[in-house]
């Protein structure tokens, strides 16, 4: 059964940090593309940072490079998102999902997700 269960989310300041974490089973890094996305209200959603099964190189949404970095440990299953220079326009609910690509495709499988919430 796949599982995706994302953590660490929380109301932090303009500049603050935060670390999400997902936590996933029934899987490997092998499998899928492991991708972070957002979903803000009244907004479409966003993908914001994927590495993809190979992990050859870690994509990022250009609202995000420079600020975010997506991480892998291999011997968790886990993936992290470090957020870093926060801004009030990241203020949304945080998803892990996952898929065959990091550039094309739908998403097949998503967690329940973490709200992030950045005041001004």
């Known amino acids: 059964e796949l599982q995706l269960v994302e953590s660490g989310g929380g109301l932090v300041q303009t500049g603050g940090s935060l670390r999400l974490s997902c936590a996933f089973s029934g899987f490997t890094f092998d499998d899928y593309a492991i991708n972070w996305f957002r979903q803000a209200p009244g907004k479409e959603r966003e993908g914001v940072s994927c590495i993809p099964t190979l992990e050859s190189k870690t994509y990022y949404a250009d609202s995000v490079k420079g600020r975010f970095t997506m991480s892998r440990d291999n011997t968790k299953n886990i993936v992290y998102l470090q957020m870093n220079s926060l801004k009030p326009e990241d203020t949304a609910v945080y998803h892990c999902?996952?898929?065959?690509?990091?550039?094309?495709?739908?998403?097949?499988?998503w967690g329940q997700g973490t709200q992030v919430t950045v005041s001004s």
């Open positions: 999902a996952i898929r065959d690509f990091c550039t094309v495709g739908d998403y097949d499988f």
